[in-house]
């Protein structure tokens, strides 16, 4: 092997190895107590999280909280949102994406289900 055959499967085990470091680290997780509290909007009643659960109408969801290149990211594990309706739960559907608002976060946004508009859950109480 030459040294420049050599030099370029170097030069590819490393990108390949930077590659699979990215996509294989996960993002560093946050405390979950970062969002305990009660959140409320009119179209769906309150939102309680506490220390990982996630109480919507009496179900339990729980979630974990990490920090992307967006912010704050809460990571429920079953769908969540909402719409003029109400709280909208779906354990077969991918998880959805929820953004606290503010540090320490005095909402959370939250997506509207099909062509519902986003919602802002406003914090009512801090546990």
Request: glycine share 10%.
């Amino acid at each position: 092997m030459t040294g420049r055959a050599l030099g370029s499967l170097v030069i590819a085990s490393l990108v390949a190895a930077g590659c699979i470091y990215i996509v294989a680290t996960p993002q560093p997780q946050l405390p979950v107590e970062t969002v305990n509290g009660t959140y409320h909007n009119a179209c769906c009643g309150d939102w309680t999280f506490h220390d990982g659960r996630l109480t919507i109408d009496g179900q339990d969801i729980s979630y974990v909280i990490e920090k992307d290149k967006s912010g704050v990211a809460i990571h429920p594990s079953a769908y969540v949102g909402a719409s003029e309706r109400g709280s909208v739960i779906q354990r077969n559907r991918s998880p959805s994406l929820l953004r606290p608002i503010g540090d320490p976060p005095d909402a959370i946004w939250v997506h509207g289900f099909g062509k519902a508009a986003d919602y802002r859950f406003d914090r009512i109480e801090k546990e």
